[in-house]
């Protein structure tokens, strides 16, 4: 019985490695293949036929010097194949065919970067709103030019204030001495009693 070919797994298998196969291989060579039959001025001698040999030929321009060709590996062990942990025995797979019954709560799948991603922009938000409560609790400070420009005015408005006074005062004084009328002013200082010493 060929038990092998009816093998659940072993079908799983050969489609993830088709599917290996096809993107490693089969996708380029199938666009070279369609890019010939495309190409009316395609000739097979400019593809498979083998420039001159430099080490025979080292004048020629455009010899060339003959390469090793590196053999082509393919890794088909499952952990390296796209789906290959998906066709071993005892896998489930359920929750991934089409035809499964799906939960009405859409399931949020976040990786890890994403995650770092989301705390770092809510912390970058958090310490702007930081930074402008700081900046709204902080001291308006003028600048050195305000500053020196108020201290200025406080000089002149000062000096404004004390020139008027003595302004007042003369004048105060001249309205004084113009005055005939006006009362000698009698100051009468008592003269302090002084101890005598005794001797």
Sequence with gaps: MAKGARCKYKKRMRTAKAAHLYKIQGKARLERLNSRIN???????????????????????????PQVKKPEILDMRSHKIEGGGLAAIGTFRKHLSKTAKRSKYEVVVRTAEQIEREEQEAAGIQQMVDEQEVEQQKPVVASAVATKEAMDELAMLTE???????????????DEDMDGNSAPKIQIKSKPIQKTKKD
């Design 160 to 174: 404004k204030m004390s020139l008027e006074k003595k302004q007042r005062r003369r004048k105060a004084k001249d």
């Design 39 to 65: 190409d009316p001025n395609y000739q097979m001698q400019s593809e498979y036929t083998l420039g001159p040999n430099a080490f025979l030929e080292p004048d020629n321009p455009c010899a060339v010097f």
